[in-house]
């Protein structure tokens, strides 16, 4: 019997900490703001207010901070996107990176994102894999829409609220008025649409990101201690329950990001301490 998505979160806030965190390693966590970056300095990193953020598959978790043990995944949120090596082009002059001591984390999770992809590739412990293909043979609690089912008892109001004619052999044209329709939630009726009715688990594997934070997700309140301490030793980024304590800020000129090496390895020789 599949697990039911809509319970999730509540479950998830449950769950137990995992103990036996390697403390000797650093973990990382970017910012491009300015603002965000003094915040940190004066008071940790503190878990997102996520009041006005949507409920879907890719929202975090209430209450967690998000870091990572990898400091090339942790440099493209201090540039803005995967742009070590490459010129960046962005508002901001400076980007902001934190380091967090091992020893500094007391309640931890591995990232649910973290464990669908290890699922889709494999690396997740093989524990770990056999309870995703028994649990995740669900929907997901928010399918994502194919396409509009055209019949003519819609067609008309369709095109009225629209404004003008669609030609349907046009490509483009019928793609907008998809996208007008999806970003337009008063127009945005059930039955009009086709949706993804792929289980979560035939999502992950077939490489859908919002489908390994959903998979994580349900997953995560089912995980024993050891299991979730091994997706961390095997790389898995961490979400940490409530403000963390950086011991480090580095801020990094991105107009320096050509000369970055694609895997960080002379983030600290570019960048300045703060």
């Not at 603002?35 to 967690?64: F, N, T, W, Y």
């Not at 400076?94 to 290890?118: K, T």
Request: proline letters at 6%.
């Amino acid at each position: 019997m599949g697990l039911d998505p809509k319970r999730v979160a509540s479950r998830y806030l449950r769950a137990a900490p995992a103990s036996g965190l390697d403390r000797n390693k650093n973990y990382y966590h970017g910012t491009q703001s300015a603002k965000v970056a003094k915040s940190i300095m004066r008071r940790g990193i503190e878990p997102p207010d996520l009041s006005l953020r949507p409920d879907s598959a890719m929202r975090p978790v209430q209450g967690r901070v998000y870091l990572t043990p990898r400091i090339d995944y942790a440099i493209a949120y201090v540039l803005g996107g995967d742009m070590a090596g490459h010129k960046v082009r962005s508002r901001f002059k400076y980007g902001y990176l934190f380091v967090v001591p091992g020893q500094r984390l007391a309640n931890v999770h591995p990232d649910e994102d973290s464990i669908g992809e290890m699922i889709y590739k494999g690396t997740a412990p093989d524990s770990v894999i056999e309870l995703a293909e028994n649990e995740l043979q669900v929907e997901s609690d928010d399918p994502s829409p194919l396409a509009l089912y055209w019949n003519a008892q819609i067609w008309d109001t369709t095109l009225e609220a629209y404004g003008k004619r669609v030609n349907l052999s046009d490509s483009d044209e019928r793609i907008a008025l998809e996208e007008w329709l999806y970003s337009n939630p008063q127009h945005n009726f059930e039955e009009w649409w086709e949706y993804d009715r792929r289980t979560i688990y035939d999502q992950i594997m077939e490489g859908e990101y919002a489908a390994w934070a959903e998979g994580g997700k349900i997953l995560l309140p089912h995980l024993t201690a050891e299991q979730e301490i091994e997706l961390i030793h095997r790389g898995a980024h961490v979400a940490h329950a409530g403000t963390v304590k950086p011991s480090e800020c580095w801020r990094f000129d991105l107009s320096l990001s050509p000369e970055l090496k694609r895997n960080g390895s002379n983030f600290f020789d570019l960048a300045e301490r703060c």
